[in-house]
C-alpha cells in the first residue's frame, strides 16, 4: 500500500473531466493540496471545452482513463453512476491499480459495487458532494470502503474541505445525505426565487428582489453555522404583532415545514430505487 502523505502535494487523477471535477482541482491546487502538473483527467473525445479547462489549469488532460490512474496516487471517479462499473473494469489491469486509493463522487453507486470492479487491495471513498463545492462552499459526506484505512478517510475529507465542508457518516445514511445536501441546493434556489418574486410583488424591482433575496439567504445560513439554533434565532427576527409574525404564520398555515420535509424524503425514497438499479 502506498503511504500517503496528509502534508504534502499529492498526485491526484480525475476519471472523467466534468464541471465537478474540475471544480475539485481548482479547489486542491487553490488550497496547496495538488499541483497542477501533477494533476490528470480523463475527457471525453467529444468534450473539448473540459479538455481545455484542465489544460487552462496547467493540469494534463487525457482521453484514455488507464494513464490517468498511471499517473495518479489518489483517484476521483467522476464519471457519470451507469459507466461508474465499466470504466473501473477498463483500468483495473492498469499498473499500479492495487495500490491506489479511489475516492468515487458518482450518485448512488455503492462501496461494493466499486470495490467488486477493482483489484481486491484498491481502497475505496464513496463521496457525496454538491454543485455549491463549484465556489468552494460545497457540502460533502464520505463513507469508507471496507480496505480504507483512518489516514484514507482523513485524507479525503481534507480534500474536500478544501471546496467547502465535509462528514463521515456511515453508508446506509448517504442517501439521506444525497436528499439533504445533495438535491438541496435545488429547494434553496426555489425558495431564493419565492423571495424574490414575492419582492417584485410588493413593488421592488426584479434585480434588487433578487439580490436582496440572495445575499438575505447567506447571512442566514452564517447565523446558522455560527452556532445560532434556527428556531432562536426566527423568534429573534419576530416581534410580538409584527410583520414577521404574520408572515411565519402564513407559511405554517400552507405547509412550509411539511413541504421541505417531504421534498428531503420524497428525494431520498428515490434514491433508493436509484441505488437498487445502479448496484444490481
Given at each position: 500500500?502506498?503511504k500517503l502523505s496528509?502534508?504534502?502535494?499529492m498526485?491526484?487523477?480525475?476519471l472523467?473531466?466534468g ?7 481548482n479547489?486542491?491546487i487553490?488550497?496547496?493540496l ?16 473540459s479538455?481545455?479547462a484542465?489544460?487552462?489549469l496547467g493540469a ?12 495518479s496516487?489518489v483517484v476521483?471517479?467522476?464519471?457519470k453512476p451507469d ?16 495500490n ?6 458518482a450518485?448512488?453507486?455503492?462501496i461494493a459495487?466499486?470495490?467488486k ?8 471513498i464513496?463521496?457525496?458532494?454538491n ?7 460545497g ?6 470502503g471496507?480496505?480504507a ?11 474536500f ?8 457518516v ?13 438535491s ?10 419565492s423571495?424574490?418574486?414575492?419582492g ?6 426584479r ?10 439567504t447567506?447571512?442566514?445560513a452564517?447565523m446558522v ?5 434556527p ?11 409584527g410583520?414577521?409574525?404574520?408572515g411565519?404564520?402564513?407559511?405554517e ?6 413541504a421541505i420535509i417531504?421534498a ?7 434514491c ?5 438499479q445502479?448496484n444490481?
Amino acid at each position: 500500500m502506498i503511504k500517503l502523505s496528509l502534508t504534502e502535494a499529492m498526485k491526484i487523477g480525475f476519471l472523467g473531466g466534468g464541471r465537478l471535477a474540475f471544480a475539485l482541482a481548482n479547489g486542491f491546487i487553490s488550497a496547496g493540496l495538488a499541483k497542477p502538473e501533477e494533476i490528470t483527467a480523463s475527457c471525453h473525445p467529444a468534450d473539448k471545452v473540459s479538455a481545455e479547462a484542465f489544460k487552462n489549469l496547467g493540469a494534463t488532460s487525457l482521453f484514455e482513463n488507464a494513464p490517468v490512474v498511471e499517473r495518479s496516487e489518489v483517484v476521483i471517479v467522476s464519471v457519470k453512476p451507469d459507466v461508474v462499473g465499466p470504466v473501473l473494469r477498463e483500468v483495473a489491469a492498469a499498473p499500479g491499480t492495487r495500490n491506489k486509493l479511489f475516492i468515487s463522487v458518482a450518485m448512488g453507486v455503492s462501496i461494493a459495487t466499486i470495490e467488486k470492479n477493482l483489484p481486491k487491495e484498491a481502497r475505496v471513498i464513496r463521496v457525496m458532494p454538491n454543485t455549491p463545492a463549484l465556489v468552494q462552499q460545497g457540502a460533502a459526506a464520505l463513507s469508507r470502503g471496507s480496505r480504507a484505512t483512518a489516514d484514507d478517510a482523513e485524507l479525503t475529507a481534507r480534500l474536500f474541505r478544501a471546496v467547502g465542508t465535509c462528514d463521515e457518516v456511515p453508508e446506509y445514511q448517504m442517501d439521506a445525505v444525497t436528499a439533504l445536501s445533495g438535491s438541496g441546493p435545488a429547494y434553496i434556489y426555489m425558495l431564493i426565487e419565492s423571495l424574490a418574486d414575492g419582492g417584485v410583488r410588493c413593488g421592488l424591482p426584479r434585480d434588487l428582489a433578487l439580490r436582496l433575496a440572495a445575499q438575505t439567504t447567506l447571512g442566514s445560513a452564517e447565523m446558522v453555522k455560527t452556532g445560532g439554533h434556527p428556531a432562536q434565532l426566527k423568534d429573534n427576527v419576530t416581534s410580538p404583532a409584527g410583520s414577521t409574525a404574520d408572515g411565519t404564520y402564513h407559511l405554517e398555515q400552507n405547509g412550509f415545514r411539511s413541504a421541505i420535509i417531504g421534498a428531503v424524503k420524497a428525494a431520498a425514497d428515490r434514491c433508493k430505487v436509484v441505488n437498487q438499479q445502479l448496484n444490481m
